[in-house]
Structure formats: C-alpha cells, structure tokens
Nanobody, 119 residues
Framework: QVQLVESGGGLVQAGGSLRLSCAAS????????MGWYRQAPGKQRELVAV???????VYANSVKGRFTISRDNAKNTVYLQMNSLKPEDTAVYYC?????????????WGRGTQVTVSA
C-alpha cells in the first residue's frame, strides 16, 4: 500500500505565497506522473498541475505563470509553489500519484490540505 501525506496549506492574504509538499511512502515500485488537484466548495475537483517522472509539467490555464510544480524523485515528493495567490484559489488541494508495478498501474490520493486566500 502507498500513502500520500500533504503539508503546507494554510491561510494567506491575496498576493501572498504558499508551498505545498506531498510525500509518497509505502510499497513503491515506480512512480509515473504526480500532480495536484483542487476542489472548491460546490465545485468539481479540477487539475491544477501535473509533472511526469522526467520533469515535464502541465498547468491549468488559471494558474499558469503563478504556480510551479516540481518533484524530487529520490524522495518520492512533489511540490507546488503558489505565488500571487487569489481568493479564487481557495480550495482543498489534493495530491495524486500514478504508479507502475509489474502487475498494475494504481493511482493514489492524499487526504487534502486546505488553502484559504483572503481578499
């Protein structure tokens, strides 16, 4: 089994910054893509950013130029640096990792971390 533990959420004023971290642990064979999603109250979960094991990143249009995703493969950890935060970035942020084993390609989710941006 694999566990994802997120950290770094909190309350910040508009224009501020936060850095989220997500560490994967447990029975890890190989991690393919890792990413961040978010879900605001009353809305569906949406992709924020995803990064391949080779470091290729894709961002939602709403965060391009403000957020940066990165990963440390040696630590099985993915980060999300969030700058110039806006009130509309307020949501629960979830970490996701996609794994490859000789038998399957499981996907795992963290429990989420709250990010609140005040106006």
């Amino acid at each position: 089994q694999v566990q994802l533990v997120e950290s770094g959420g909190g309350l910040v004023q508009a224009g501020g910054s936060l850095r989220l971290s997500c560490a994967a642990s447990g029975s890890i064979y190989k991690i393919n893509a890792m990413g961040w999603y978010r879900q605001a109250p009353g809305k569906q979960r949406e992709l924020v950013a995803v990064i391949s094991d080779g470091g290729v990143a894709v961002y939602a249009n709403s965060v391009k130029g403000r957020f940066t995703i990165s990963r440390d493969n040696a630590k099985n950890t993915v980060y999300l640096q969030m700058n110039s935060l806006k009130p509309e970035d307020t949501a629960v942020y979830y970490c996701n990792s996609n794994h490859i084993t000789p038998w399957s390609t499981p996907s795992y989710w963290g429990r989420g971390t709250q990010v609140t941006v005040s106006a």
